[in-house]
């Protein structure tokens, strides 16, 4: 029996691919006519932040019967950015305002716009921190110069954003190449000497809390010469002061972004009304796996720190619920009407 999926949301399910594949069938073949198959593109599974695309697969798929919703483990934004336009998957996980970039062609992205991407939601605050093996002489930014170190998973927007940043303020590492999981494996070995991963502002990081259970850590942060440096070039980079959320961690300053998702215009309007509005309205189930996201008011952080325009659904959700939408976020459908 031949599956219906429509053809912009094309992705199937990587189990019922394969169990079609051995049965020497169409990976098309075999699957519910009445089920629309979503792929969400998340991040590695060491990071924490899988686990919230994790919970959202589950919750989507278990509260609509007509939804079949699966996670692709990724390099994070920048393969994203990637998939999201080669149709591989139907939303994912981004930063904010760099899905501003990638939308709009701008920064790194000049030329390279994606006019079709457009802003899902946006949920926590998130520091990139700077972490480094503390048995080692790196004591500063600038002592990593020269150093083996990895400044974000491959092809993600934390590797990109470090490596521009650190090409701004003139600091050149011997750059480590790989998965989080390789990062963390040759730091825990002691092969490089840091490494670069996003986290909460209040919680661990899985992955740095792993690192740490076989090397001690000390965290770097950016003076005020550098901040002026990389804002020269980038003004729209955000930076924290805070406390990172591990034990022997003194006050540091951070690049900060926010957590978001973001999808494309292919996600029909009707669908993602109803994403957006599961995600709101059930955000307890969301935060049984994923406690970070408890607290947060997806809906304030969406139409205060939203840089990109929003999907078609979610300003119909949101100006239905009587919200004030800022101009900036208003997608083009939107004014078509």
């Keep these: 029996m031949l599956c219906r999926v429509p053809r912009n949301l094309r992705a199937i399910t990587a189990v019922a691919a394969m169990a079609a594949f051995a049965a020497g069938l169409p990976a098309s073949q075999g699957l519910a006519e009445d089920k629309t198959f979503l792929t969400i593109a998340a991040t590695g599974q060491s990071s924490s932040l899988y686990a919230y695309h994790a919970a959202q697969a589950q919750m989507l798929s278990t509260l609509f019967d007509d939804l079949e919703v699966t996670v692709m483990e990724t390099g994070g934004g920048v393969d994203n950015r990637k998939r999201l336009a080669r149709e591989e998957a139907d939303w994912g996980l981004f930063a904010e305002p760099e899905f501003f970039e990638y939308q709009r062609g701008v920064g790194p992205w000049e030329g390279q716009a994606q006019p079709e991407f457009r802003l899902f939601w946006v949920t926590n605050p998130l520091a990139y921190y700077v972490v480094v093996n503390a048995d080692s002489d790196v004591q500063s930014l600038a002592d990593l110069a020269g150093q083996d170190f990895s400044g974000g998973s491959r092809g993600s927007a934390t590797e990109r954003v470090t490596r521009n940043q650190f090409e701004l303020i003139d600091v050149a590492p011997d750059w480590f190449s790989g998965s989080y999981g390789d990062a963390r494996d040759a730091m825990k070995d002691r092969r490089i000497v840091g490494l670069v991963k996003a986290g909460l502002f209040d919680r661990p990081d899985g992955l740095i809390l792993d690192v740490g259970t076989a090397v001690p850590l ?34 540091t300053v951070v690049r900060s972004v926010f957590i978001a998702q973001g999808t494309t215009t292919r996600l029909p309007e009707e669908l993602g009304h109803r994403i957006f509005k599961a995600m709101v309205e059930h955000q307890d189930k969301i935060a049984e796996t994923y406690p970070a996201i408890a607290s947060v008011d997806i809906v304030a952080n969406t139409l205060k720190y939203g840089t990109a325009p929003l999907h078609i659904g979610v300003y119909r959700y949101l100006t239905g619920q009587g919200h004030a939408v800022p101009e900036h976020l208003v997608p083009p459908e939107a004014k078509e009407d």
């Design 218 to 251: 000390r965290f770097l942060g950016y003076g005020e010469a550098e901040i002026a440096k990389v804002q020269k070039a980038f003004p729209h980079y955000q930076f924290a002061k805070l406390t990172p959320p591990y034990d022997g961690a003194t006050e």
